[in-house]
């Protein structure tokens, strides 16, 4: 262990236990893994100065729905000119429109439990940091916070999201799932309940995730932060859990391995290069559809650096990422894997996220608070001991709805995809060809309007119902065989029926 951290016998002899060397092996090839940074800076430096002809033939080639090679994708990265940049962004718009349609699919993050054996230097629940305020939900807390969230404002969907120590093991993590999901409150017109609980947790092993797949765990969230080997080791004290590279590499290869086939991947932008750390998603993507019959990341995330409590290092990092670097990132992501979704968090201020959602994201939190217990507490002001960093849009899920209407987007609260066994590579097949999206503008419209029956303020429901009557109009005219059943179900959720879908 690091000379400056100490632990008692029950999380050493637990962490000891944690890593199967086996479980990552397997995956590898002729002893490596698939992030081969002299690679990735060749391509780098071999597509610079690219011919625009050459950036719009890979264009084309994105909005056929095909993953991009790492030199296409360096080549897009490598573009200076502004007036090419625009029509890449406007690329990526299409591809989402394709792919998605004009659907936002919202949530919240819940975090249940900051005890954390960890050392990240860039986080404030490290086990170093003294200031922090450390809490574990119990069961019934779970039950309060989801009640806060499901009756009172209204999401369908949340992140749980757990530090790693054997507090908030596998055998926590699913009973804190099973609580979730047993909560079911009464609104003013219908009933309040999580459908889907996605999963922000450390790496795993195969019979933890088995175990998680049986509890109805939805997708397995696992971000790399660093792709960059020596940088990641130096964020990552020796000694930790989380030192170990590969282990963490090969997190969501072990949760397809175990049945949970939807993954999501991500980056935490700010600690290298975010032309590298785009290279490095695209490849594990490509290593994921490589080895899983196609199957890759379900959504990719692309948080920045934000400060923390005490955390210096947030303050002190070089490769910060502008806000123009950063809608160029979003873009390229957008690009290079065009079926996944992609999620801009309330890391981001509000005005950023208005400008980046039109590239290509399909999914935001909202009613954000990240300290445990935060939602049935009810504090109002951020209190950065309470929390893993600081949150930059803080607006309610009303608002953020309202807002999104008027930019054009439905709010879709489905989740019948994963219900209906629309996962893994069924789910890859039906976003290449376009046909997901099809599919969730129906649902979207009857979820949206189960909560603007049951939630919305006055203003926000006006806005909603707004778009609502557009949709209708759209698969009216583009799916005439299902829009005779749509209404139906959409005259049956206005009765007050719930949880209707295709």
Not at 356 to 371: E, K, N
Request: proline share 3%; net charge negative.
């Amino acid at each position: 262990m690091s000379a400056k951290l100490s632990y008692d016998s029950s999380e050493i002899n637990w962490m000891k236990n944690v890593i199967k060397e086996d479980e990552i092996t397997k995956y590898m090839v002729n002893g490596k893994d698939f992030i081969d940074e002299e690679e990735i800076w060749k391509k780098l430096e071999e597509n610079r100065n690219p011919e625009p002809q050459k950036i719009r033939d890979i264009l084309q080639k994105s909005l056929a729905v095909e993953t991009l090679e790492p030199a296409e994708t360096a080549a897009l990265l490598n573009v200076e000119d502004e007036g090419l940049w625009e029509e890449m962004f406007d690329v990526s718009a299409r591809i989402k429109k394709k792919v998605y349609d004009n659907r936002i699919v919202t949530f919240a993050p819940l975090y249940l439990s900051n005890y954390c054996v960890n050392n990240c230097l860039y986080c404030s629940f490290r086990r170093e940091n003294s200031v922090q305020k450390r809490r574990k939900l119990t069961l019934e807390e779970v039950k309060d916070e989801t009640l806060a969230l499901a009756g009172k404002i209204g999401h369908k969907r949340l992140i749980a999201v757990y530090g790693e120590h054997p507090a908030s093991d596998a055998n926590y993590i699913a009973d804190t799932i099973r609580s979730i999901y047993d909560v079911k409150v009464k609104t003013q017109n219908g009933y309040g309940q999580i459908r889907r609980v996605n999963v922000n947790a450390s790496p795993m092993s195969v019979p933890d995730l088995e175990m998680l797949r049986e509890v109805g765990i939805g997708t397995y969230q696992v971000f790399q932060e660093t792709y960059h080997h020596e940088t990641y080791r130096q964020v990552h004290p020796a000694g930790t859990l989380k030192s170990n590279y590969r282990w963490r590499l090969y997190a969501l290869h072990r949760a397809i391995e175990a049945g949970v086939d939807d993954v999501a991947i991500g980056v935490l932008f700010g600690l290298y290069d975010w032309r590298f750390e785009v290279m490095g998603l695209l490849r594990h993507a490509i290593d994921m559809e490589r080895q899983f019959d196609g199957i890759g990341p379900h959504t990719i995330s692309f948080p920045r650096l934000e400060p923390a409590a005490n955390t210096p290092f947030t303050h002190e990092s070089k490769y910060k990422v502008s806000d123009r670097d950063f809608k160029r990132l979003v873009s390229v992501i957008r690009l290079s894997v065009p079926y996944t979704g992609m999620i801009i968090t309330a890391r981001e201020r509000a005005e950023i996220k208005r400008d980046i959602i039109p590239v290509g994201c399909t999914q935001t939190d909202a009613s954000t608070r990240i300290g445990i217990g935060a939602y049935s507490d009810r504090y109002v002001k951020q209190e950065a001991e309470r929390q893993q960093f600081i949150l930059g849009d803080t607006r309610s899920l009303d608002e953020i709805i309202r807002e999104l209407a008027e930019m054009g987007h439905i709010t879709s609260f489905c989740t019948a995809g994963y219900r209906c066994g629309r996962t893994g590579t069924h789910i890859m097949s039906l976003l290449r060809c376009g046909q997901e999206g099809r599919f969730c503008k129906l649902n979207a419209v009857l979820t949206f309007r189960e909560w603007l029956d049951d939630f919305a303020s006055e203003e926000t429901k006006k806005a909603g119902e707004k778009i609502i009557k557009k949709e209708l109009g759209e698969i009216k005219e583009e799916m005439p065989s299902a829009y005779t059943q749509l209404t139906e179900y959409y005259k049956r959720i206005e009765d007050g029926e719930r949880d209707l879908y295709f």
